[in-house]
């Protein structure tokens, strides 16, 4: 994990409010704290908190290929079917699941 903000971004000198990554999945650049004077809602000026202002690059990762083999269900031969899992190793006793 990687703390970007590197300075206070409180009035009193406190690190509040922080930018944490992964550092190999995000890359954080031009991390600028600055006074905006921002508007808290109410109208008031909020003026003990900083600003925190960047630019994230995020990678998405290869989508993952999977193989999915599946029967046909209209050309399945009931008995065929029937006799597969008659000669299987699935254990049917003591199943709960209804």
Do not use: C, W
């Not at 000198?13 to 995000?26: A, E, Y």
């Not at 004077?37 to 925190?52: E, F, P, R, T």
């Not at 998405?60 to 999977?66: H, I, L, N």
Request: proline residues 5%; charged residues 25%.
């Amino acid at each position: 994990m990687m703390q970007h903000v590197k300075e206070p971004t409180h009035v009193r000198g406190h690190t509040l409010d922080v930018v944490i990554t992964r550092d190999t999945v995000v890359t954080v650049s031009n991390v600028v704290v600055t006074y905006p004077g921002l508007s808290v809602g109410s109208g008031n000026i909020s003026k003990d908190h900083y600003a925190v202002i960047f630019n994230a690059r995020a990678s998405t990762p290869a989508p993952v290929r999977k193989t999915v083999t599946f029967r046909k269900l209209r050309e399945i031969k009931i008995e065929t079917f029937k006799q597969d899992i008659t000669e299987s190793e699935i254990q049917f006793e003591n199943i709960d699941d209804p």
